[in-house]
Nanobody
C-alpha cells in the first residue's frame, strides 16, 4: 500500500521560504507521479506541482511558477517542494498525492494522499 507523509510546514513571514517534504513508500510499479496540492479555507483544492518518478515530467501551476521548485531524491524516496518568495495567499494545507502513471500531463486521478501539512504566511 502506498503511503505518503508530508512534513516541513509552519509559519513564515511574507517573502520567506519553506521546504516541504513528502516521504513516499509502498510503490509496486516503476512509473508513478507525485503531486503537491493545496487547499485554503473556503477555496477549492489547487494542484500546485507534480513530478514523475523518472523526473522527465513536471508541472507547475501559474500561481507559483518561478517561486516554487519541485524535486525528488529517489535514494530517499522523498519529493520536495521548495517554496520561495512566499505570499499570504500561499497560506493553505499542502498535501502530496500519488498516481501510477508516467506523466504529469492531463488529469491524473491521484489515488493516494498524505495527511497534509499547514503552511501559514503572515507577518
Amino acid at each position: 500500500q502506498v503511503q505518503l507523509v508530508e512534513s516541513g510546514g509552519g509559519l513564515v513571514q511574507p517573502g520567506g521560504s519553506l521546504r516541504l517534504s513528502c516521504a513516499a513508500s509502498g510503490f509496486t510499479g516503476l512509473y508513478y507521479i507525485i503531486g503537491w496540492f493545496r487547499q485554503a479555507p473556503g477555496k477549492e483544492r489547487e494542484r500546485v506541482s507534480c513530478i514523475s518518478s523518472d523526473m522527465f515530467s513536471s508541472y507547475y501551476a501559474d500561481s507559483i511558477k518561478g517561486r516554487f521548485t519541485i524535486s525528488r531524491d529517489n535514494a530517499k524516496n522523498t519529493v520536495y517542494l521548495q517554496m520561495d518568495s512566499l505570499k499570504p495567499e500561499d497560506t493553505a494545507v499542502y498535501y502530496c498525492a500519488a498516481d501510477y502513471r508516467r506523466s504529469c500531463r492531463g488529469t491524473p486521478s491521484y489515488d493516494y494522499w498524505g495527511q497534509g501539512t499547514q503552511v501559514t504566511v503572515s507577518s
